[in-house]
C-alpha cells in the first residue's frame, strides 16, 4: 500500500507542477524558478523519505530514477516554459545560433551586469551538476566523466537545438562549454576528495530509522499540504 501512494503522489505531483506551469502562461498562477525548485524539491524529499520507510534495495534504485526524472523536468521548466515565449517553431531558426566560442563568455564579462554574470555564465556552469551528481549516485561506473559526458552531451545539444528551433531562446556554442565545464570541476572535485562513496550510502540506508510508519503518516500529510499549497501561495 505504501508503494501505491509513493508512486500515486509522484505521479500526481508531475501532473499538478505541468498544469501550473501551462496556466502560468496564462497568468493564472504564478510558477517563479523559486516556486517551480522548491516543488520539485519537495517532491524529491519525499521520495528519498519513502525509500527509508519502505527500505527495499529496489527501491532506492529506482528512487535514483525518479530524481532524475524530478530533475530533467526542473530543467525542461526553467529552459523552455519559466520567463520563455511560448512555443513556436519557424524555419528562421539561423537568426538565433551563435556559433563562436567563447564570444558571449567575453562580451558578458567585459559588458554585462552582476546579474547577467550570475544568470548566463554561472548559471550554466551549475545547471547539469545535479545530474552529474545524480549519475554518480545511480552507478560507479560514472565517477568517470567521460561516461557521465555521453549522458549530459546530448541532452545539452537537445536543449539548445530545441530553444533555437523553438524561439525560447538561442542554440550558443558557449553553454554547451559552460554546460559541460560544471559537471567536469564538480566530478574532479567530489571524486578528488572519495566525497562521492559516503554521499552514494546516504540514498541506499534507511538510516535505522525505527518509527517508520510515523515517517510515512507525516511526510504524506506534509506532500500533499504542498501540493495544495502550490495553487494558493
Not at 39 to 46: P, V
Request: hydrophobic fraction near 55%; charged fraction near 15%; glycine fraction near 2%.
Amino acid at each position: 500500500m505504501k508503494k501505491i501512494i509513493k508512486y500515486l503522489l509522484l505521479v500526481i505531483n508531475i501532473i499538478i507542477l505541468y498544469y501550473l506551469l501551462i496556466y502560468n502562461n496564462w497568468l493564472v498562477y504564478d510558477m517563479s524558478y523559486t516556486k517551480t525548485l522548491f516543488f520539485i524539491l519537495s517532491t524529491s524529499l519525499y521520495i528519498f523519505i519513502m525509500g527509508i520507510v519502505l527500505n527495499e534495495e529496489k527501491e532506492y534504485k529506482i528512487n535514483v530514477y525518479c530524481y532524475i526524472l524530478l530533475f530533467l523536468m526542473l530543467l525542461f521548466s526553467f529552459t523552455f516554459i519559466i520567463g520563455r515565449p511560448i512555443i513556436r517553431f519557424y524555419k528562421n531558426t539561423h537568426l538565433f545560433m551563435q556559433l563562436k566560442p567563447l564570444h558571449t563568455i567575453t562580451t558578458i564579462i567585459k559588458n554585462g551586469t552582476t546579474n547577467s554574470i550570475f544568470k548566463n555564465i554561472l548559471g550554466n556552469i551549475i545547471a547539469l551538476i545535479p545530474l552529474s551528481f545524480l549519475l554518480m549516485i545511480k552507478d560507479k561506473k560514472y565517477n568517470n566523466i567521460l561516461r557521465q559526458l555521453l549522458i549530459i552531451i546530448p541532452i545539452i545539444i537537445f536543449i539548445e537545438l530545441f530553444q533555437s528551433y523553438s524561439h525560447t531562446g538561442s542554440l550558443d556554442i558557449d553553454d554547451i562549454i559552460l554546460n559541460c565545464l560544471g559537471p567536469i570541476i564538480f566530478t574532479f572535485l567530489i571524486t578528488r576528495f572519495n566525497l562521492i562513496e559516503k554521499i552514494r550510502k546516504m540514498f541506499y540506508t534507511d538510516f535505522s530509522v525505527k518509527k517508520k510508519e510515523m515517517l510515512f503518516y507525516i511526510s504524506t500529510i506534509i506532500i500533499i499540504i504542498v501540493d495544495i499549497m502550490m495553487f494558493i501561495i
